[in-house]
């Protein structure tokens, strides 16, 4: 997963303009990433790898794109 | 509170799905519509996911983090000893909603937004913070409904929501099964007459909105506690799980100490 698909992911999901998020974004920043939508992000990024981010156990714990992005990509995805 | 009123209060709630009874706490009332109008007024709140918002009257969620008062309400010992006596459980609240008019939301479950395991170990705490006007979009209720199938939102193995879009598609399409139910059921909601202090508890599967609204401009003012158990072994996300093959996507749940 590269940065930029990550990202692009993520706006796709939760319908945010592209321009108000970068790598560093957290949920913290983001009035529209709350639970729900952290939900819908992680079932976006699981239909992305085929079924296989879901079988990553602590994703759902991470709520930054940067540490989402290194999960992934330390389990090869 | 007397024991047969206890019973009584069980009852109802056990055979009709709700219960009304009044937390006689005036003072307190007066103190959280204070604070909630300074929330306001110093715009110090968290909105609802918009998705289940259906007017442009904010719902406020977890007051209860900025305000001492609507903490104390929504941990009511009233409200908690009356819901522990119905399930014999010790009930723990976990969010709010404060409401300034109403929803105008279409009827529907809390179960359809919180699941448990095991099933069904929600209540829903909706305390009114003043006399509700019956033009401002009262609250509906449909007696008995608590007993109807619980809806699953991926059946026929329909996959997760990837996107919001899908969230919401999802979530309507519950809401026009609820009303195919009712008129297949030949059943119309009812609309109990709510004063300030009101409290009305719901079982998790009870159906409840406020679909019917002739003044929307009128307050309805008004805080809902989730209230779950400590028996519950684990809370899901129905939008997200498959409840006829077992998968869950469990969800960790911030409770109010």
């Known amino acids: 997963m590269t940065e930029d698909n990550l990202i692009k992911i993520f706006c796709n999901s939760l319908k945010i303009d592209a321009k108000d998020v970068n790598i560093n974004s957290k949920s913290d920043d983001i009035e529209e990433w ?12 699981d239909k992305e790898t085929s079924g296989e981010a879901s079988k990553i156990e602590n994703l759902g714990e991470k709520y930054s794109l940067k540490e989402i992005l290194d999960t992934l990509n330390k389990n090869n995805l | 509170m007397l024991q047969s009123a206890k019973d009584n209060i069980k009852n109802k709630f056990l055979s009709e799905g709700y219960c009304i009874f009044n937390v006689e706490d005036n003072e307190l009332i007066k103190k959280i519509n204070y604070d909630v109008e300074n929330l306001l007024n110093d715009k110090k709140f968290k909105t609802n996911t918009k998705i289940y918002s259906y007017n442009e009257s904010p719902r406020i969620v977890e007051s209860y983090k900025y305000s001492l008062n609507c903490k104390a309400l929504a941990k009511h010992p009233k409200i908690k000893a009356i819901i522990d006596y119905i399930f014999d459980d010790d009930a723990m609240p976990f969010s709010t909603i404060n409401f300034l008019r109403s929803t105008q939301q279409p009827l529907h479950s809390d179960y359809m937004h919180f699941g448990t395991i095991p099933k069904l170990k929600l209540v829903g705490a ?96 008004s805080q809902v506690t989730h209230w779950t158990f400590n028996s519950v072994d684990k809370h899901y996300n129905p939008s997200f799980s498959n409840i006829d093959k077992n998968i869950y996507q469990y969800r960790n749940l911030e409770y109010i100490i």
């Open chain 1, 34 to 45: 709350d639970s729900l939508a952290h939900l819908t992000f992680l079932s976006a990024i």
């Open chain 2, 126 to 221: 909706w305390v009114a913070l003043e006399d509700i006007n019956p033009n401002s979009g009262p609250l509906q209720i449909v007696p008995g409904s608590h007993k109807w199938e619980i809806y699953n939102f991926l059946k026929n193995d329909k996959k997760p929501p990837s996107s919001l879009e899908e969230v919401k598609k999802n979530y309507t399409e519950y809401e026009e099964w609820v009303v195919r139910e009712m008129n297949s059921k030949k059943i119309n909601g009812t609309t109990p007459e709510m004063k300030k202090g009101d409290c009305i508890l719901w079982d998790a599967n009870l159906l409840h909105g406020s679909p019917e609204c002739e003044d929307p401009t009128l307050s309805r003012k």
